[in-house]
């Protein structure tokens, strides 16, 4: 047997098994990937029928702001007298 065929031998017999399990383990990680790109993606569009109500509650929560500010205001005030 010639050096040639000695290192197709081993080529056929240790190197393709090898490589052959590593691709097999790649595709499974990616399987898992895609799995869960698909779950995120799922969620998002979910989440999408959520945004509807975005500007009343924005118009909500500047009310609040609005009101808590006031609130301050005439905290502060009382509070500078007595600390004169």
Request: no cysteine; aromatic share 2%; proline share 4%.
């Amino acid at each position: 047997m010639s050096l040639w065929g000695i290192g197709n031998l081993i080529l056929l017999v240790v190197i393709v098994p090898v490589l052959v399990a590593l691709l097999n383990t790649l595709l499974g990680a990616i399987e898992s990937i895609r799995g869960a790109a698909d779950d995120a993606l799922s969620g998002g569009v979910a989440l999408i029928g959520e945004l509807d109500t975005t500007p009343a509650l924005l118009k909500k929560t500047d009310a609040v702001i609005a009101d808590v500010a006031n609130g301050a205001v005439r905290y502060a005030g009382p509070v500078s007298k007595l600390l004169g």
